[in-house]
T-cell receptor, first 110, second 112 residues
């Protein structure tokens, strides 16, 4: 069973700081990776996808992928209390099946 | 545009009964995946459908089944319900495999 692993947290950062969320995956064949945000009582929402080694930036979010190390990360700059949520890392396995990590809970303190 | 629609939102069933959940994807989304979400296990993959074909199945017993119709709408069925089937069932759709998902609001199933 291929796995995606995340630190469950909680990760607590002050408002305005950079939040760094990390994820490792076991399937070397995975080519596509995603970060989802899930607020309490809501469904997951896609915030970033990344397919190539390196960084991908979108607003305050930067996703980083290192396929050699099988490592994916998400940086949130200028963290806001509204960023407090669970962040799910996911990888596409075998082309048809997206495997999710257990999620990291992020708290941004005002 | 309309989002992913899951019905019903809430269900309460007794052990041994069966249940059918429905998912209508965003127009143009042909890939439909189903997930079970519980506090202890997180998001667990059930199955994925594309053009009415099941292309992958997770590690769930045969009591869990699904299908997809020609209009891409999908249903999943759970027979002989057990207490442990209580969970949030999420439908996730995309235009093609490899795109990120759009999730529905989910169906909260409680088995008593």
């Amino acid at each position: 069973q291929k796995e995606v692993e995340q630190n469950s947290g909680p990760l607590s950062v002050p408002e305005g700081a950079i939040a760094s969320l990390n994820c490792t995956y076991s399937d070397r064949g995975s080519q596509s990776f995603f970060w989802y945000r899930q607020y309490s009582g809501k469904s997951p929402e896609l915030i970033m996808s990344i397919y190539s080694n390196g960084d991908k930036e979108d607003g305050r979010f930067t996703a980083q992928l290192n396929k050699a190390s099988q490592y994916v990360s998400l940086l949130i700059r200028d963290s806001q209390p509204s960023d407090s949520a669970t962040y799910l890392c996911a990888g596409l396995e075998g082309g048809f099946k997206t495997i999710f990590g257990a999620g990291t809970r992020l708290f941004v303190k005002a | 545009k309309a989002g992913v629609t899951q019905t019903p939102r809430y269900l309460i069933k007794t052990r041994g009964q069966q249940v059918t959940l429905s998912c209508s994807p965003i127009s143009g989304h042909r890939s439909v995946s189903w997930y079970q979400q519980t506090p202890g296990q997180g998001l667990q993959f059930l199955f994925e459908y594309f053009s009415e074909t099941q292309r992958n199945k997770g590690n769930f017993p045969g009591r869990f089944s699904g299908r997809q119709f020609s209009n891409s709408r999908s249903e999943m069925n759970v027979s002989t319900l057990e207490l442990g089937d209580s969970a949030l069932y999420l439908c996730a759709t995309s235009q093609t495999t490899g795109d990120g998902y759009t999730f529905g609001s989910g169906t909260r199933l409680t088995v008593v």
